[in-house]
């Protein structure tokens, strides 16, 4: 592929034109599989950065978009969603080719971002955008006003960009916000879709700005007064900074963060089955999945016959090219990403984890960022490998003594973002989820449901994406009583 894949590649989206960057620098994309180039991106400087904020600013407070009816913004958002539609193949592509993610996978997901799109259309018409009350202390009329926040600087991570950049921009379009959309230097397909889709929508001026920039220069995005919040996507060290930075002018911020989810697996659940269900989502995305299930915690007894379930079935998966429809995990998205994962593998063997497969490069694939699927045994439960996420396919299997203990080892850890429950039984089920601390929990398999809350407890992350709450993160609430009785239209 070449500088053709998009039509301004060496442009940022600024103000509704693509304008040429300050800086004649560039962010090359290579091809995951390949680690060859395949497209080259205009990186935001200092200056680009301002001049992006300064127009959704100005859209902001002085442009028609927040003083538009919800019904009118989501006649936009419903015109953008088509046209995603149209370039749904351009973007599964691009998201193959800078992440590693199966081409099949990436083309099955394309339709569920238009409709989230279109699903928050739909809530023009039902959320509680405005709500009367009775005042009691004085006045005829009160009204909660749920308002849009502002400039949002929406910051997205690499791995599964389309998706994140959805849940961040769609939402915040329809509260009324305009959006700097920052764009990771690894993959910016995503937001240059999302762009051109935009301008074909007629977005006025402003409303959506779109640059791709390094840590120094997104930094300067968080610090700039002119943007009243900030959405993030990442690590949880990025996380902290943000947070931190964030915290000096009160600007408000929704993170994403990193988890390291258990898979409780209890004693009343059949371990092939169990072992079939983990194993068949630890491929997914190579494992480049902030809510992937990596700690499999289980009965003691029942250790050494989920070690050689997981590792019969994971030793089987094909690794290849993620444009091959008989691959069944395809590369990782960097060699800093492959460094890392090899760095994690070599921590569980100095630690004294048992390696059952995996644990290296496949031998007959010579260049790409591949590594197999990997699976340790007795792994310790304050081991690096069952404490630190490895974002990729790398299971940890935990032997326990009881349901309790499992519990605690599922909760002896910085992160909650997501868990599974193993049983036979709905009711125990349940029970089990209700004390684990952590923000979605599925039963027999890894859940994860587009249109409902997704979020973490404690450093997984602050608020919730997704669903109303999604739309939420985006709105202040105004109180406004009356002395004398008016119903706005």
Known sequence: MSDTFFTHPDKLFIGGAWVAPSSPARFDVLDSATEEVFASYAAA???????????????????????????????????????????????????????GVLLSLATSRMGGLSNTYRYYADLAETYPFRERHTPEAGGEVAYVVREPVGVVAAIVA??????????????ALLAGCTVVLKAAPEAPGAAYVLA????????????????????????????????????????????????AICGERIARCTLELGGKSPAIVLEDYDVEKAAQAIASKAIFMTGQVCFSLTRVIVPRPAHDAMVEALSARLSAVTVGSPYDPETQMGPLASAAQRDRVEGYI???????????????????????????????GNVAPGATIAQEEIFGPVLSVIPVDNT????????????????????????????????????????????RERLLPFGGFKQSGLG???????????LETKVIILDGAYEPA
């Open 158 to 171: 690499w791995n599964g960009a389309p998706g994140l950049v959805t849940t961040k921009v769609a939402p």
């Open 45 to 99: 400087q200092t200056e680009d950065m301002a001049r992006a904020v300064t127009a959704a600013r100005t859209a902001f407070d002085e442009g028609p978009w927040p003083r538009m009816t919800h019904a009118e913004r989501a006649r936009y958002l419903r015109a953008v969603a088509d046209e995603l539609d149209k370039r749904a193949d351009l973007q599964a592509r691009a998201w193959t080719t800078e992440a």
């Open 464 to 474: 919730r994406e997704g669903g109303p709450e999604g739309l939420a993160a985006y």
């Open 196 to 243: 051109e889709a935009c301008e074909a929508a007629g977005l006025p001026p402003g409303v959506l700005n779109v640059v791709t920039a390094d840590r120094e220069v997104s930094e300067q995005l968080v610090r700039n007064p002119g943007i009243d919040k900030v959405t993030f996507t990442g690590s949880t060290a990025a996380g902290r900074r943000i947070a």
């Open 404 to 447: 309790e203990d499992a519990i605690r080892v599922a909760n002896d850890t910085i992160f909650g973002l997501n868990a599974s429950v193993y049983t036979k039984d709905a009711e125990r089920a349940f029970a089990v989820a209700s004390r684990v601390r952590s923000g979605t929990v599925g039963h027999n398999d890894l859940r």
């Open 346 to 376: 070599a921590k569980g063997l100095a630690e004294g984890a048992v390696l059952a497969t995996g644990g290296r490069r496949p031998p007959h694939l010579e260049r790409g960022y591949f590594v197999e699927p990997t699976v340790f």
